[in-house]
T-cell receptor, first 115, second 112 residues
Framework: EPEVTQTPSHQVTQMGQEVILRCVPI?????FYWYRQILGQKVEFLVSFYNNEISEKSEIFDDQFSVERPDGSNFTLKIRSTKLEDSAMYFC?????????????FGPGTRLTVT | DAKTTQPPSMDCAEGRAANLPCNHSTISGNEYVYWYRQIHSQGPQYIIHGLKNNETNEMASLIITEDRKSSTLILPHATLRDTAVYYCIVRVATGTASKLTFGTGTRLQVTL
């Protein structure tokens, strides 16, 4: 069964550094999402992306964050200057344009640790 | 999207049915009930969804009350691998983005 993949599984970075988290959505999916989950807290929506542009973003997704689909398969989340509070699990998700009423498929996540 | 209320935790013996309740008294007519689960910090996993009729798939059954103000997810024969946090999400299934808004969910512990 096709699945969403994410790399790396764990990223450690120093405060102020740039990080890029990578996702390969399911191949025939057209909507892409990033969520994050701070340890012990809820899963929070960050951004959705469709047709090469952001569809919706949350208050968390400020100017330090950006997303890109650089080619036909990858979907990336960039954090320009990481802060301690960016430490979290970051989940990528994707879904088809139509079908099972917007069911989203999630990847296994990237654990980001900012020191 | 309508707000949901779920018990913070539940226990279930392996092999027994797990019945997870969800209250969504402010649900609108065009909002669906979705269930996802998250096993130990893995990515959330879709389980099932419904509008007003009861639904069943290979993973679970979803029972929605006639007034749609509450629902129950049923795992018919729970196993240890079903130990997870279960999220009930109510939202409109239209629009270009359809983000998921997760609450705190119900932590289901399946025991021997």
């Amino acid at each position: 069964e096709p699945e969403v993949t994410q790399t790396p599984s764990h990223q450690v970075t120093q405060m102020g550094q740039e990080v890029i988290l990578r996702c390969v959505p399911i191949s025939n999916h057209l909507y892409f999402y990033w969520y994050r989950q701070i340890l012990g807290q809820k899963v929070e929506f960050l951004v959705s992306f469709y047709n090469n542009e952001i569809s919706e973003k949350s208050e968390i997704f400020d100017d330090q964050f950006s997303v890109e689909r650089p080619d036909g398969s990858n979907f990336t989340l960039k954090i320009r200057s990481t802060k301690l509070e960016d430490s979290a699990m970051y989940f990528c998700a994707s879904r088809r344009l139509a079908g099972r009423l917007y069911e989203q498929y999630f990847g296994p996540g990237t654990r980001l640790t900012v020191t | 999207d309508a707000k949901t209320t779920q018990p913070p935790s539940m226990d279930c013996a392996e092999g027994r049915a797990a019945n997870l309740p969800c209250n969504h008294s402010t649900i609108s007519g065009n909002e669906y009930v979705y269930w996802y689960r998250q096993i130990h910090s893995q990515g959330p996993q879709y389980i099932i969804h419904g509008l007003k009729n009861n639904e069943t798939n290979e993973m679970a059954s979803l029972i929605i009350t006639e007034d749609r103000k509450s629902s129950t997810l049923i795992l018919p024969h729970a196993t240890l691998r079903d130990t997870a946090v279960y999220y009930c999400i109510v939202r409109v299934a239209t629009g270009t983005a359809s983000k998921l808004t997760f609450g705190t969910g119900t932590r289901l512990q399946v025991t021997l």
